[in-house]
């Protein structure tokens, strides 16, 4: 027998954290949609599909992107920015020391990876009232999201998917309280609680 028990994510003094000021202007004065991601500049989170896909959303609307992290593929994505003509559009701030003010000031998340462990940011996201999509890879994303309930699921290295589902996403009211909702079902509580739960039933 097998007894699934998700990883305790959400964390009440998240919202703390987000209150503090980023120092980039793209959110502490918002002009535009801000699109954010987060992760290592490695082939797995396929940042080059988000990139052209974020270049698509761009001619249709006023759309900045900004990508925390570093990594080795830094060098290739500048160079695919500055080829489709998106410098002055797309941020790479490097790592950070609080992602969350960043990820709770932007419009919408977006996960464009090619495979998960189980996808913990997502769940920050939500937990922060952000909306979300991401790739439908393995594994983790569909099961958080509900099979695109709480946030649309869209096939991997398809930037014209991804386009259309980030257009929708911006486009759309957030329902904030029903994602903060949602991450709260990965709290330490829950976790420590199906524990109890399944060792009672052993």
Request: charged letters at 20%; a negative charge; one cysteine or more.
């Amino acid at each position: 027998k097998i007894t699934v028990i998700y990883n305790p994510i959400y964390d009440p003094s998240l919202p703390e954290c987000a209150r503090e000021a980023t120092g980039h202007n793209w959110l502490d004065h918002k002009d535009s949609l801000v699109i954010i991601t987060a992760g290592r500049m490695i082939e797995q989170k396929d940042h080059a599909t988000l990139i052209k896909a974020f270049a698509k959303v761009r001619a249709q609307q006023n759309a900045k992107l900004i990508i925390l992290g570093e990594g080795p593929l830094r060098g290739e994505l500048e160079e695919l920015i500055s080829s489709l003509g998106l410098s002055e559009h797309i941020a790479m701030p490097g790592f950070v020391q609080n992602p969350y003010s960043w990820i709770a000031k932007a419009n919408l998340f977006v996960l464009s990876s090619i495979y998960e462990g189980f996808g913990n940011v997502l769940v920050e996201a939500m937990s922060l009232g952000t909306p979300v999509i991401s790739t439908n890879c393995k594994s983790g994303p569909s099961e958080i999201l509900e099979d695109g309930k709480y946030g649309a699921l869209v096939p991997i290295k398809d930037k014209d998917s991804l386009a259309n589902a980030m257009s929708g996403a911006l486009n759309a009211q957030p329902d904030k309280e029903k994602l903060i909702s949602r991450a709260k079902e990965f709290s330490v509580e829950r976790a420590a609680q199906a524990y109890f739960e399944t060792i009672m039933k052993a």
